[in-house]
């Protein structure tokens, strides 16, 4: 009976024990490249970084943040639980093969190309050769269908390893390996965002005109 009991009890402690381990105090899970899951609401993210030129491979670029990178801090890293979710569109081409350009004088935006996502929490990442490694951020792509894209998520990595001063090719770990870092902040601490500009402009002159536009992607180089 005594056994029986305290069998019972083993078993007791046990589920309270796994319960306590998967409760919502947990860290999550170590999850490697390609195992991020594409958010389901990140349209409704405020933007990194909005209207990417990239006429060097004819595309055009939106980034997005979840609420927890908003509250990064320029000069450190960006909080544990960050997330960045980059759609990659096709620029719209000419007959002659010369890129679009809209009345603001940047690249038209075509289909979408892939969507790849980018997150960081404690113990991510770590399965990659040191010389790989992102601190804490793993990533992964997806096809507009929304299945995974083909390409090794490994290779995003050599993007984001290597410091450049504008920010185009990685950000290193200066910048917490994360692409514009200094164009994010700047931005920021200038209160400008395109949406912020443009919806200001809107209502004060019931409208916007090509040559504000012009002015607004001014600011924002």
Known sequence: MNL?????????????????????????????????????????????????????????????????????????PFPQ??????????????PDGTLQTGPDGKLVKGKLLAVFVMGKNPGWGQNVAPELRTGNWIFAGYKPTGDKVDADPVSC?????????DGTKGAGPARDFVIRYDQYFDQKKAGLTTEAVVASLSAAHGGISAHDLRSVSALQR
Not at 32 to 51: C, E, M, V
Not at 55 to 74: C, G, H, L, S, W
Not at 81 to 94: D, T
Not at 157 to 165: D, E, L, N, Q, Y
Request: glycine content about 6%; aromatic content about 6%; some cysteine.
């Open 4 to 76: 029986k009991i305290s069998a019972s009890l083993v078993a007791i402690a046990c589920a309270v024990l796994a319960g306590c381990a998967t409760g919502p105090d947990a860290p999550p899970a170590a999850l490697a490249d390609g195992q991020l899951a594409q958010p389901a609401d990140y349209k409704t993210w405020p933007k990194f970084i909005s209207n990417v030129q990239r006429p060097d491979i004819k595309q055009v670029r939106e980034i997005y943040m979840n609420k927890v990178a908003t509250t990064a801090v320029r000069g450190q």
């Open 81 to 94: 639980g960050s997330q960045f979710v980059m759609e990659n569109y096709a620029a719209e081409a000419n």
């Open 157 to 165: 990595r050599g993007c984001h390893i290597a410091a450049t001063p």
